[in-house]
């Protein structure tokens, strides 16, 4: 299987707003179809379809917050693809991405810390906790390029 980042078109876009996560992770994920509406409306934001062969199976969102720093703001893979290393791919594919620009000097990513993967995930890819956010809601995890 094959898995690619596709920019979200006219051709796509419905079928990633129809993806979804578990029903438990629901209160982890936004809504596709908010964070596409986003993007169109908000300089900066970047979203991308992750693709299983020629399949639309999960997206991605990320935000340029400065010149120096880029925030992973949704990530999710469908319910019925999971468990299948995509979003392992996905994520490297989408941090070679980021890393391409060459004036960004580090990714941030946020999770719940009732997420019971998340930490020992994005840890798996170099993210070091950092804290948590204004809220208190969501800890921050960075990558320092």
Known sequence: ??????????????????????QEQEEWVACNMWSIVESKFNDGYVTRAIYADNE?????MWVKESLHKVSIWRFMVDQNHQQKGIGRVALKLALDEIKACPS????????????????????GFGFVET???????DMLASIML
């Open 131 to 137: 804290g948590m956010d204004d809220e208190g809601e």
């Open 56 to 60: 639309p199976v999960g997206f991605f």
């Open 1 to 22: 299987m094959a898995v690619s980042l596709r920019e979200i078109s006219k051709d796509n876009y419905e079928a990633v707003c129809d993806l979804d996560v578990k």
């Open 104 to 123: 960004v000097k580090e990714i941030e990513i946020c999770y719940k810390t009732d997420n019971p993967v998340a930490k020992d995930f994005y840890a």
